[in-house]
T-cell receptor, first 116, second 111 residues
Framework: DVKVTQSSRYLVKRTGEKVFLECVQDMDHENMFWYRQDPGLGLRLIYFSYDVKMKEKGDIPEGYSVSREKKERFSLILESASTNQTSMYLC???????????????FGPGTRLTVT | QQPVQSPQAVILREGEDAVINCSSSKALYSVHWYRQKHGEAPVFLMILLKGGEQKGHDKISASFNEKKQQSSLYLTASQLSYSGTYFCGALTTSGTYKYIFGTGTRLKVLA
């Protein structure tokens, strides 16, 4: 059974703290993604990675960084958390596609982060 | 820019039909549809790869009009289990390929 797991379901952090969100997939997928989900705004891509040590900025990368040292693991880092980063964070993974074809993404359960 | 979905929200009675639209200002190369139930992760429903392609999945089907940069999801004879938020996801390009999700449509089916 396909599985994407995230390190925490709920997290509460203080403003200015460094925050690590981890995602692990067991499907040998090349691609991994980090999204944030806010009411009325849908899913917005923060970063994605198409291979180990490779990363690409999404639509809203400011205030975030990522790390992919192993194929199965993709970490999202908030260098200095701020209240406007309070949100639901979703990780996803997929096989690589070519020529305009994309494969379906499998999502983790999400981490609800609150920054106070 | 995200594809815009319409309507933003819809309430149906069991057995009624609904159409959810996904419209982009940029060219679309493939479209996915996902459903997210409350408190759960989004789950893949179907993919449309070519313009004009239509796909079906039980009583849920979708079409993709490449020229109009639009996709539509059709839910017929809706069931309680159809409730959730529906997202289109699309591969677009403005120089480089980028995958973007739509704004989402909340659908609630009442008994």
């Amino acid at each position: 059974d396909v599985k994407v797991t995230q390190s925490s379901r709920y997290l509460v952090k203080r403003t200015g703290e460094k925050v690590f969100l981890e995602c692990v997939q067991d499907m040998d997928h090349e691609n991994m993604f980090w999204y944030r989900q806010d009411p009325g705004l849908g899913l917005r891509l923060i970063y994605f990675s198409y291979d180990v040590k490779m990363k690409e900025k999404g639509d809203i990368p400011e205030g975030y960084s990522v790390s992919r040292e192993k194929k199965e693991r993709f970490s999202l880092i908030l260098e200095s958390a701020s209240t406007n980063q309070t949100s639901m964070y979703l990780c996803a993974s997929s096989f690589n596609g070519f020529g305009g074809v994309t494969h379906e993404q499998y999502f983790g359960p999400g981490t609800r982060l609150t920054v106070t | 820019q995200q594809p815009v979905q319409s309507p933003q929200a819809v309430i149906l009675r069991e057995g009624e039909d609904a159409v959810i639209n996904c419209s982009s200002s940029k060219a679309l190369y493939s479209v996915h549809w996902y459903r997210q139930k409350h408190g759960e992760a989004p789950v893949f429903l179907m993919i449309l790869l070519k313009g004009g392609e239509q796909k079906g999945h039980d009583k849920i089907s979708a079409s993709f009009n490449e020229k109009k940069q639009q996709s539509s999801l059709y839910l017929t004879a809706s069931q309680l289990s159809y409730s959730g938020t529906y997202f289109c996801g699309a591969l677009t390009t403005s120089g480089t390929y980028k995958y973007i999700f739509g704004t989402g449509t909340r659908l609630k089916v009442l008994a």
